[in-house]
């Protein structure tokens, strides 16, 4: 079945610096979505990529969908510490029903 | 806005008792629920897709008999944990896709904040 590979698994920094974690499709995607996971809190969509080669920003938040529409990332420029959490990449798991399959997740921590 | 409330958020049972878990969308309506379930640090695992009106579909390798699933309405799905034990203990989530009509992808999909269970 399809799956989706997100790396790396953890990624701690300093406040300021940068941070972007990777997502890899075994298939070829409709679209991609990303959520955010606070923790002890449940996911929180941020954002739905569609097109080849799409970028989308939201502040600091930079999206990227790969031209052969199986990868993704997300990058965050000068990190904070309310950045911290686990990023999740998720694609459409085929069939009806609108089901995702989700990566593993990046954990983010953020040294103040 | 896209609220999903889920009910209780967090329940202690013995063994071998049953649990209901309530999933509602408070200002949109859901055709389709989905039910995952989290353990530490790891990632969300889906369970089974509720629809509304219609029999759930559950993944491979869980127990449609153990894990019940009801979509009464469209704002409402329920999860009933049947005969708890112990490594039923975790994280479980609902997430809920709006219908057709309203703003956003059809695949975006909304959490609740999920409910921890603990089985004794």
């Known amino acids: 079945g399809q799956q989706v590979m997100q790396i790396p698994q953890y990624q701690h920094v300093q406040e300021g610096e940068d941070f972007t974690t990777y997502c890899n499709s075994s298939?070829?995607?409709?679209?991609i979505q990303w959520y955010k996971q606070r923790p002890g809190g449940h996911p929180v969509f941020l954002i739905q990529l569609v097109k080849s080669g799409e970028v989308k920003k939201q502040k600091r938040l930079t999206f990227q969908f790969g031209e052969a529409k199986k990868n993704s990332s997300l990058h965050i420029t000068a990190t904070q510490t309310t950045d911290v959490g686990t990023y999740f990449c998720?694609?459409?798991?085929?069939?009806?029903?609108?089901?995702?399959?989700f990566g593993k997740g990046t954990l983010l921590t953020v040294n103040p | 806005g896209a609220v999903v409330s889920q009910h209780p958020s967090r329940v202690i049972c013995k063994s071998g008792t049953s649990v209901k878990i309530e999933c509602r969308s408070l200002d949109f309506q859901a055709t389709t629920m989905f039910w995952y379930r989290q353990f530490p640090k790891q990632s969300l695992m889906l369970m089974a897709t509720?629809?509304?009106?219609?029999?759930?579909?559950?993944e491979q390798g869980v127990e449609k008999d153990k894990f019940l699933i009801n979509h009464a309405s469209l704002t409402l799905s329920t999860l009933t944990v049947t005969s708890a034990h112990p490594e039923d203990s975790s994280f479980y989530i609902c997430?809920?896709?709006?219908?057709?009509?309203?703003?956003?992808?059809?695949?975006?999909?909304?959490f609740g904040p999920g409910t921890r269970l603990t089985v004794t």
């Open positions: 298939t070829t995607l409709s679209n």
């Open positions: 509720s629809n509304e009106g219609s029999k759930a579909t559950y």
């Open positions: 998720a694609g459409p798991s085929g069939g009806s029903n609108y089901k995702l399959t």
């Open positions: 997430s809920a896709r709006k219908n057709r009509g309203y703003s956003g992808g059809a695949y975006e999909q909304y």
